[in-house]
Structures are given as structure tokens and as C-alpha cells.
């Protein structure tokens, strides 16, 4: 059971050896995994259900000829075959994406990446399904494709979305933030300048679990139930009902146990579009999985920039601003998920953690013949390239000064006092106290010794590298008037019952993928009345029983979400004061707080616990004026600002001179997410952040050949870390609350995604100064390190 097992202090509150609902409690979800009881979307099996599956495009880029499946249909197990040109009569060929564009569902005129969606097949069982995919006979006419982003816009360039009224090119948007003019003049009289072509390559989210849908309709009463791996049900529903033309309350979203998202999730793909269409067709539940290949193939990528950083700086080493252009390749269709008003995400908060005179970034997007997404693993919308910028560049600096790179850091911070901190690209970080988290990092992984060490072994033609990176992330999209994903404010919804007998249940917006959320926001609810997690249900992920809201990612659930459990318990007490002082008889302004008890001040021991108050609100003493017979409070929460954690990360690698295999022996990580409220599962999601970071600084990586074929379609190609590559991580963590959450708790899901890449590149270069090395682009695989120390091209 979930028993107290560590108290921390919580500076956030007034008492400080307060946890938030008993601290490092277990997760309550386990037991459930472990016994192999979780119910993922595969485990659903609903009556009389049919099996589809997607014939996908082998070329990037061709005219769409002609679609044959007339062998198919004749397959005996097959009960429907969707083309393009089937759902053109439905209207639902294309698909708005979250960013304005659209999407092909199947394709109708030509295919434009490798493993597009052509048709679909709908049969008695997958097998089936996938034998009469080989049955269809479709013609391609080939086109040249544009793989390279940098030749996308060239004139003459193949127009990729020859769909769309007026696309004469391959252009997407431009956007830019900051003040030019500004930038320019401080560069202009900067006693040093240093430049770099940094490149964030594509990679892949990968979680364990696939995308898939089951969608159940029922034609008599017109509903649609649709199971879904979805980061954000209610937002799913809501498009559903607009793409679809099914009435949003006839629709059911589900997302049951999900194995992991990490942004993978938060877009609609073709897949569960078309289950739906197979089921109004068939009149039958239609699920649809697709494999490991697929998955890699066409779901959400992410990054994929090439950018071009500038830092100017005095002699002494005073960053003075920093400058960027950015090429995006968005794929063949803009489907990136970010809030309408940022196309390139929140990079604009490239500035990182340092106090600059002037910045300007502009970023161009454009399209090439690849899969589209652009926006998913644990990316906070983009900080992940902006945090890899800065941070590359600020060594890159470090190495032109012959500077340590820990204590060019240390010069340049935000200071404490300067909090809230307006950057110069308008981003408002509410808090932040940079220096103790970089001193700690720097102490735990004894920073002195190790340069004292590296400079011996390198003495001896050892390669030994030890990389920095300090990060400030911005999680917690909106506040609404801000913040909207298709027309959606991103705000969340909390719902709060007390039963009568005292215990409880909170319904949440948000969606876990694996964050524990069943735990943590008990454990919330737990603080704020009394109420210990165990006896707290969690409930999410079907939009008939859980409020509006916009869903998990951007990490904000907690800044988002976990505000409006806070708030909607607060709802509760102030309720549970009323109901209280007619139960005792006297006026609620004579009694105070404990944890789990409103008492007459002055005689502590009369007085009545949540439970028992919740037992008189469903009980026949009689209520005040306008108090309802029940516990119960619902909040939609709008933050008023993001929140803002950081982190100071140290990577040691060591470099086979003869292999160029890098070899990650220590990382320290030490972050601040505010107040903690579950410790272990912080450090849970930092220590497979921090995996997340070593496997794209070193092995992951989507590439393409010249045709367009992907090249990192299975996980004999896409590489992901195992414990066999990462060390053991070394944490540790500092406090500053956030001074708008109420609860004080910043996000913390992506930090260590955000924050250890450059770590880790970082070192790597480090260990490569002696070749007179500056830079070098992710993944640093053994082919690329020892073509980097031969003064070679950079293998693919
Ligand atoms: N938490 C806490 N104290 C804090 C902050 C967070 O105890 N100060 C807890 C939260 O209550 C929650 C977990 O840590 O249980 C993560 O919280 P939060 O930072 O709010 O992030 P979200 O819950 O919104 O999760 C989203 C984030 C994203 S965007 C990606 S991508 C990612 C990540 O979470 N995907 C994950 N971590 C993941 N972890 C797992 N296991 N699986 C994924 O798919
Ligand atoms: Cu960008 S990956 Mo997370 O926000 O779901």
C-alpha cells in the first residue's frame, strides 16, 4: 500500500517538513504493470471486431496512377477496401493538421514521403489484412523528390504541396523573434563573435507501445466510441466532431493504459481516422495497430532543424546576444503540434539561461518529401533545439576565449534578484537561482579533479571529455488568451467527489503515458484536504467521465492540471468550513485548518474531519443558504504564466581513440522543478530523460537516402540506449517554487531530455579538442567520431 516511506522538507509551504501528500509514496498504477494487468489499446477486444491495416507508399515521391483492389476485395476474409477516391465522395480524403495545413488520409493525387498512407483494408483478423495489402495494385509514376531542407527552396525545386491553391514553392512560414536591429548593432561592436552551423537531425519518440485506435460505431443512435493511444482525449473529440460531422457528444474518447507517448501520441493519424471510416462502413468495431516500422516510418518525428547560431561576446566573456537562422523540415505536411500563435514552437527561447543585452532568431519552414510531425519527444515545444543551440554555442564560445566552459557559465546567469526575468525575445521566467544548481553539479561530479585528470590523460593521447550544459525550460502552456491549439485555449479541467464515506476521486483532462499520474495527483488532493492517496481514485483518459482540457505534453499536466486539482480541493474545504460550522452549530469564521479537519478555534478538540464533514453533506443536517448537498468542486485552470525549471548537467565520456566508440562513465544531473511533490517519480522521469539524451547525443537518428527512403525504419536501424549505455545517474536537485502554481510545482517531464544532449555533445567535442575540433552533429556514432578525428566527411 502507499505508505509514507521518505518526508522531505517543502520550501513551498509554510510548514517545511511538509511533503505534498506523504512525499515518495509508491506508484499506484504498478501493481497493475507488474502483475501484467495493465489494459493497453492490443488488449481490447471488443465483439464481432475486424482488423485493419494501411498499404503505405514505397516511394517518397510519385503521381498517384491509378489504385486496383479489385483482388483484394476478393480476398475471402476482407470485408472493405478505402482508397483515396472512396474517402474523396465522403469528403474526408484530407485532414486539417494541428498546425493549418492538411493532410492526406489516403492518398488521392500523389504520394509525397515513403510510407504514406495509400489504402486500407479492412478484414476478419490482421493476418488477413495484411495478406491482402500485397493484393492491391497501385501504380506510381515516379517524382523527383526533395530530401535535403537546405535544396527545398532552390528555384526549379519539385513542389511538393502542388495540392494547395496558391503553393508555387516549398516554403511553409517564416517566423522570427527578438529585434533584429538591436541584435545587429551589439554585434557589430562585439570584441568576439563565434558562428556554427549546428544541426538537431530528425529522431523518433519510439515508445514501447505503437499508435493505434479501435473505433466502434453505432449506427442506430449515430455513436462513436473510439478507443485511442492519445495524449489528449477531449482534443481528439473535439476535432473528431469537426472533421467527422459526428455531433461531439455522440462521441467517446478512451485512451486506456498507454506504453509510453512521448509526443508520439498527440496528433490524429490517418490510422485512427480510417478505423473510424472502416467501422461506418463495415457497421463493425475496427481496430487498427500499426508496427514497429510504421511507427518509425510515418507517426510524429521530431526536430530536424539546421541551425546557424551566433554568440558575440566581450574578451572577458560577457555574452553580450546571440542570433539565429533556422531551417525546419516539417516533412510533407505541416502536422506539427504546437499553439497556433508559435510555428517554430517555443524556440524563441533560445537565449537559455543568461542574461543578454539583445537576441533575434528567425526560423524559416519548409516542406521535403518526409514523414510529417515535427513536434514530439519530450520536446516542450521545440526548447529541446533551443537548449542544444545555446548550450552547443556557449562551448563553442568557451573553446574561441579559452575559457572553462563551467565558469563562462557561471558569469553569464540570470541572478537570483532578476527574477521574474523578462528575455529579449519576450518570454517571462517566473524563478530561478542558476548559480547553487551549477555549484552542486560541479561539487557532486568533482569538477576540479576531473579537469586535473583530463589534462593528465591527455598527456598520455587519452581522450577523456567532460561536457557542460545548463538549461531553462518553459513548460505549461497557457495561459489561454495566449495559447491555443486550433482555436483550443490550453487550459485544464479538475473535477473533485467526495463520497460520503470520506473517500475520494479527482477526474483529470490530462493524460498519463507513464508519469504516474495516478499517484501524484492523489497525492495533490492528499495535501490539500487530508485525504490519504490511497483512498483517492484517479480517473482520466475517457472523455464521458473527465473535464474539458487540452491534454499531456509540453510537460503540463502538473503546471496545468495539477493547479486545477489544487484549487478545486481548496473549493472543497472552503465548502467542507460551511458545512462544518452547521454541523457544530457555530459561524465558519470560528474555525481553523488542520490537514483533514476544520476545528473551533480555541477548543482544538471539537471539530470535524473531511470525512465526516462529507458524510453531513449527504446527511440530513441542514445546509446554510446556497450550499448543495455534496463535497464535490470542478475548476478549469488558466496558469497565468508558464513555469520555468532548470537544471545543470555534467557528462564524462571517455573516447576509444582507435574506434572513436564514446563511452558515457558519469552524468550528474541536477534539477529544479519547484516543489516536488512525488521525489521518486521525479527522479524516474529524469532518469529517462536523461537516457533519452545519450541515445539521440550518440546513436538516434532518422536518416534518408537520396530517394527518400527512410533509413531508420526498425530498430535494427534506429538505435535507442539500453542500460547497457548509460551510466548510473548521479541527481540531485534544488527548490524554487514557482511563485504563480499553487502548489509551487514547475514541470519536470522533459528537462532532462531538453537539458542532457548538449551534456553529452558537449563532451564529446571535449575529448576532441586535441584534434583541433570545435564541433560536431549529432549522433556522435564510432563511423562519425573517428571520421571526425581523421579530418573526414561526416559519414551518414
Ligand atoms: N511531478 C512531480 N513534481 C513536480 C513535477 C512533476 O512529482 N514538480 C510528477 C508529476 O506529478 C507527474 C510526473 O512528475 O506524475 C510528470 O509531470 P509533468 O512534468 O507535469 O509532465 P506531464 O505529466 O505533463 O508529462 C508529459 C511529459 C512529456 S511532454 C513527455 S514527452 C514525456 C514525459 O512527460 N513522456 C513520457 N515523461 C514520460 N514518462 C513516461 N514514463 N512516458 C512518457 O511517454
Ligand atoms: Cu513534445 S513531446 Mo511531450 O510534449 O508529449
Not at 480476398?75 to 493532410?103: C, F, I, M, Y
Not at 529585434?179 to 537531425?201: G, I, L, M, N, Q
Not at 526560423?363 to 514530439?376: D, E, F, I, L, Q
Not at 545519450?694 to 539500453?722: H, K, R
Request: negative net charge.
Amino acid at each position: 500500500s502507499a505508505m509514507p516511506q521518505e518526508r522531505e522538507p517543502n520550501p513551498a509551504l509554510s510548514d517545511p517538513d511538509r511533503p505534498i501528500g506523504y512525499g515518495r509514496v509508491q506508484r499506484k498504477e504498478d501493481p497493475r504493470f507488474i502483475r501484467g494487468r495493465g489494459r493497453y489499446l492490443d488488449d481490447i477486444v471488443l465483439p464481432g471486431m475486424l482488423h485493419g491495416a494501411i498499404l503505405r507508399s514505397p516511394v517518397a515521391h510519385a503521381r498517384l496512377v491509378s489504385v486496383d483492389t479489385t483482388e483484394a476485395l476478393a480476398h475471402p476474409k476482407v470485408r472493405a477496401v478505402v482508397t483515396g477516391k472512396d474517402l474523396e465522395g465522403l469528403n474526408l480524403a484530407w485532414a486539417p493538421t494541428l498546425s493549418a495545413d492538411v493532410q492526406a488520409v489516403l492518398a488521392t493525387d500523389k504520394v509525397r514521403f515513403q510510407g504514406q498512407e495509400v489504402a486500407f483494408v479492412v478484414a476478419d483478423d490482421r493476418y488477413a489484412a495484411r495478406d491482402a495489402l500485397e493484393l492491391i495494385d497501385v501504380e506510381y509514376e515516379d517524382l523527383p523528390p526533395v530530401v535535403d531542407a537546405r535544396r527545398a527552396l532552390d528555384p526549379g525545386a519539385p513542389v511538393i504541396r502542388d495540392d494547395k491553391e496558391g503553393q508555387t514553392d516549398n516554403h511553409v512560414f517564416d517566423w522570427e523573434a527578438g529585434d533584429a536591429a538591436a541584435t545587429d548593432a551589439v554585434f557589430a561592436r562585439a570584441d568576439v563573435v563565434v558562428s556554427e552551423e549546428v544541426v538537431y537531425p530528425r529522431v523518433h519518440p519510439a515508445p514501447m507501445e505503437t499508435c493505434g485506435a479501435i473505433a466502434d460505431y453505432e449506427p442506430v443512435e449515430g455513436r462513436l466510441t473510439l478507443y485511442e493511444t492519445s495524449q489528449a482525449p477531449h482534443a481528439h473529440r473535439t476535432l473528431f466532431a469537426m472533421v467527422a460531422g459526428i455531433p461531439e457528444h455522440k462521441i467517446r474518447v478512451i485512451s486506456p493504459d498507454i506504453g509510453g507517448g512521448f509526443g508520439n501520441k498527440v496528433g490524429i493519424y490517418p490510422g485512427y481516422i480510417l478505423a473510424v471510416v472502416g467501422s461506418i462502413v463495415t457497421g463493425r468495431p475496427v481496430k487498427w495497430v500499426e508496427d514497429r516500422s510504421e511507427n518509425l516510418m510515418s507517426t510524429s518525428f521530431a526536430r530536424d532543424y539546421i541551425m546557424r547560431g551566433e554568440v558575440a561576446a566581450t574578451r572577458e566573456g560577457k555574452i553580450l546576444a546571440v542570433r539565429t537562422t533556422v531551417l525546419a523540415d516539417h516533412g510533407a505536411f505541416n502536422a506539427t503540434a504546437q499553439p497556433t500563435k508559435y510555428p517554430a514552437g517555443f524556440f524563441s527561447i533560445f537565449t537559455g539561461s543568461y542574461d543578454l543585452e539583445a537576441a533575434h532568431c528567425s526560423v524559416t519552414g519548409v516542406y521535403t518529401n518526409k514523414a510529417p510531425g515535427g513536434v514530439a519527444y519530450a520536446c516542450s515545444f521545440r526548447v529541446t533545439e533551443a537548449v542544444y543551440l545555446v548550450e552547443r554555442m556557449v562551448d563553442v564560445l568557451a573553446a574561441e576565449l579559452a575559457m572553462d566552459p563551467a565558469e563562462l557559465r557561471l558569469k553569464n546567469f540570470i541572478r537570483p534578484e532578476q527574477f521574474p526575468y523578462r528575455n529579449k525575445t519576450g518570454w517571462e521566467y517566473d524563478s530561478g537561482d542558476y548559480e547553487p544548481a551549477m555549484r552542486m553539479a560541479m561539487d557532486r561530479i568533482g569538477y576540479a579533479d576531473l579537469r586535473r585528470e583530463q589534462a593528465e590523460r591527455r598527456d598520455r593521447g587519452e581522450l577523456m571529455g567532460i561536457g557542460v550544459s545548463f538549461f531553462t525550460e518553459t513548460v505549461g502552456a497557457g495561459p489561454r488568451k495566449h495559447m491555443d491549439i486550433v482555436g483550443l485555449g490550453m487550459a485544464d479541467g479538475a473535477e473533485v467527489r467526495v463520497h460520503p464515506t470520506g473517500k475520494a476521486v479527482v477526474r483529470l483532462s490530462v493524460q498519463t503515458q507513464g508519469q504516474g499520474h495516478e499517484t501524484t495527483f492523489a497525492q495533490i488532493l492528499a495535501e490539500e484536504l487530508g485525504i490519504p492517496p490511497e483512498d483517492i481514485d484517479v480517473v482520466h483518459g475517457d472523455t464521458d467521465n473527465t473535464p474539458f482540457g487540452l491534454g499531456t505534453y509540453g510537460s503540463r499536466s502538473t503546471p496545468v492540471s495539477g493547479g486545477a486539482v489544487a484549487l478545486a480541493a481548496r473549493k472543497v474545504k472552503d465548502k467542507a468550513r460551511l458545512i462544518a460550522a452547521a454541523m457544530l452549530e457555530t459561524r465558519p469564521e470560528d474555525l481553523e485548518w488542520e490537514k483533514g479537519r476544520w476545528f473551533v478555534a480555541g477548543d482544538p478538540t471539537v471539530g470535524k474531519t473531511i470525512a465526516e464533514i462529507a458524510l453531513g453533506a449527504h446527511g440530513t443536517v441542514a445546509l446554510p443558504e446556497g450550499v448543495d448537498g455534496n463535497l464535490d468542486a470542478e475548476v478549469t485552470y488558466d496558469p497565468p504564466n508558464l513555469t520555468f525549471p532548470f537544471g545543470a548537467y555534467i557528462c564524462v565520456v571517455d573516447v576509444d581513440p582507435g574506434t572513436g566508440k564514446v563511452h558515457v562513465r558519469r552524468f550528474v544531473a541536477v534539477d529544479d522543478c519547484g516543489t516536488r511533490i512525488n521525489p521518486m517519480i521525479v527522479e524516474g522521469q529524469i532518469h529517462g530523460g536523461l537516457a533519452d539524451g545519450v541515445g539521440m547525443a550518440l546513436m538516434e537518428f532518422i536518416g534518408f537516402d537520396e530517394q527518400g527512403n527512410c533509413l531508420g525504419g526498425s530498430f535494427m536501424d534506429y538505435l535507442i540506449p539500453t542500460a547497457v549505455e548509460v551510466p548510473d545517474w548521479e541527481t540531485g536537485y534544488t527548490v524554487t517554487p514557482s511563485p504563480h502554481h499553487p502548489i509551487g510545482a514547475k514541470g519536470i517531464g522533459e528537462s532532462a531530455t531538453v537539458g542532457s544532449p548538449p551534456a553529452v555533445v558537449n563532451a564529446v567535442v571535449d575529448a576532441l579538442a586535441p584534434f583541433g575540433i570545435r564541433h560536431m552533429d549529432m549522433p556522435c556514432t564510432p563511423a562519425r567520431v573517428w571520421a571526425a578525428m581523421q579530418g573526414r566527411p561526416t559519414p551518414p
